[in-house]
């Protein structure tokens, strides 16, 4: 990291001053968001740096700059002690400098950084200010007929199979993501629906997003949680596995699964691509799990040893059906594996080669916790 020491002279201010501005232009106009510029900010000047929404929810934060720093600066702007346009307010303990930023005379959110005392990112401070709004302008400020496109670009990439095709579509619209992760949330209403798409637009770097009502959907490149949970977002969350482009369509199904169970448990959900068993287990209601656990496993639970037993299924299905290597995990025998085996067999009546057996036997386990407990 290039930490913004205090130069020799003027020139050097200014020429230093000027390469950072340069370098925020440069992500602004590769389309990099509000994320690349504030994480641009601190590799250059050393200085933790965050943005905030208009009212006061934060929208992007620096890797320096912590969750408590967000809190702090959160509770000071839901109060008359938010500064005005041309204001900058100054706090200690540790030293922080919150400014406005705007756009056509209004204010359209702040900018709060930690100040290290650099003269050349003092001189630069006005840009990224100036970035910010200009990212607002250009990602936040959407009006209908650019509520549509986004919508259009959108539905226009889940239609799409075609590897390369896709990647030419991505790039024609400004954005190069290798991967791409359907994104669900449930609003509480049609007007926080329309916030939370300005709002995700600017946060997530992405121009693949629409509404339907509550729901909103988007695409974006990378994992959006941290960023979310920064933002404050309570509301039903489904998150699909990333994908190449082409496959976009897969991961936002997948999306919706998991918002189905976001919403019951009331936390973000995240669908475990190739773990279905997982996901199967964290959407069935605990009630339904216990029961059928019991109706699968009590004949092998009720006997002695049963115990022995279960860990010995479990393991011989982690070890993909292998009697030796499940023998080898366990520490015994391979014939005492094949002994507790046809033990199974014989109590269950499940013939352990047929995969409806394997499947109701693995998702029993996983529903009692046999595997977490080894």
């Known amino acids: 990291m290039t930490t913004d020491s205090p130069p020799d002279d ?16 440069s992500i602004v106009a590769r389309g990099g968001g509000i994320d690349q510029l504030l994480h641009g900010w ?12 208009r009212l006061g929810r934060p929208v992007g934060r620096s890797d320096g700059f912590s969750v408590e720093l967000l809190d702090r600066v959160a509770a000071v702007l ?28 209004v204010i359209r959110g702040f900018l709060a950084r930690v100040p290290t005392g650099g003269r050349s990112s003092e001189l630069a401070a006005p840009t990224m200010s100036s970035m910010l709004a200009l990212e607002y302008e250009r990602y936040w400020y959407l009006d209908e007929p650019a509520r549509r496109l986004r919508a259009t670009h959108l539905s226009r990439v889940l239609s799409s199979s075609d590897g390369g095709g896709t990647r ?16 669900v949330i449930e609003a509480r209403n049609e007007t926080h629906a329309e916030v939370l798409i300005d709002d995700l637009v600017a946060m997530l770097g992405t121009p693949l997003i629409r509404q339907h009502e509550r729901m909103v959907e988007c695409l974006v490149g990378s994992d959006p949680r941290s960023v979310l949970a920064d933002y404050g977002l309570t509301v039903p969350l489904g998150l699909g596995t990333a994908y190449a482009p082409q496959h976009a369509a ?46 699968t496993l009590s004949s092998i639970e009720s006997v002695r040893g049963g115990e022995t037993l279960l ?38 009546g499940h013939d352990l080669d047929g995969i409806d057996a394997q499947t109701e036997l693995w998702l029993a386990l996983k529903a009692r916790g046999v595997q977490e407990r080894d």
């Open 78 to 105: 839901a109060t008359a002690r938010a500064p005005r346009i041309g204001e900058v307010l100054t706090l200690s303990d540790p030293s922080l400098e919150i400014t406005p930023f705007a756009g056509n005379d």
């Open 10 to 25: 003027g020139t050097s201010t200014l020429v230093q001053s000027l390469e950072l501005q340069v370098a925020l232009t």
């Open 42 to 53: 601190q590799a250059r000047t050393g200085e933790a740096i965050a943005a905030f929404h």
């Open 311 to 348: 860990r010995t299924l479990s393991t011989w299905f982690v070890e993909r059906r292998s009697v030796d290597a499940a023998a080898e995990r366990m520490g015994v025998h391979r014939h005492t594996v094949r002994n507790r085996l046809q033990r199974i067999v014989q109590l269950t």
């Open 250 to 295: 897969r991961s936002m199904r997948q999306a919706h699964l998991a918002l189905d169970t976001s919403r019951r448990l009331g936390t973000p959900i995240e669908y475990l691509d190739g773990a279905a068993h997982e996901f199967l287990i964290r959407v069935a209601p605990p009630e339904y799990l216990e029961a059928f656990a019991d109706a």
């Open 168 to 183: 030419a579509l991505l790039r024609s619209i400004g954005v190069d993501f290798t991967e791409l992760r359907g994104l």
